[in-house]
């Protein structure tokens, strides 16, 4: 197993635990981190802070039993993939979601340097109406 997966792994283990500090100690101070179109946080934000800001906290206050679970990673030199699902609860319809993903992370030094989501937003959109 690569170097970069353990990470990815480790990384995904941390947040199913809510390790927070964990998870934004493993991010390059200038990660980009993008957030898919349709998403409800879509955009791209830089640096840990805004990640933890602009998606965390707002996936950690507005959702109910929000989880990432990776069940196939894929790696190749800096890139790891990592393809799953989410699922949760939005508060404030009380609606579930499940919706597969896959995260494009991107490694430099041991550092995580960039981040791509890819899911499917209008499972995820029908839990928020």
């Avoid at 955009?43 to 602009?54: C, E, K």
């Avoid at 991107?106 to 899911?119: P, S």
């Amino acid at each position: 197993m690569s170097a970069n997966r353990e990470i990815i792994e480790k990384l995904y283990a941390g947040f199913a635990a809510g390790d927070v500090p964990a998870v934004l100690g493993s991010f390059d101070p200038e990660i980009n981190w993008t957030e898919a179109a349709g998403f409800p946080y879509a955009g791209t934000y830089i640096g840990p802070d805004a990640v933890l800001q602009n998606v965390f906290m707002k996936l950690a206050t507005e959702w109910e039993g929000f989880a990432a679970v990776p069940s196939t990673y894929v790696a190749e030199g800096d890139t790891v993939v990592a393809i799953g699902e989410y699922s949760g609860k939005f508060n404030a319809t009380g609606k579930s979601m499940k919706s597969p993903m896959v995260h494009v992370w991107t490694l430099k030094d041991g550092r995580i340097v960039n981040f791509v989501q890819h899911c499917d937003t209008v499972l995820v959109q029908a839990a928020l109406t």
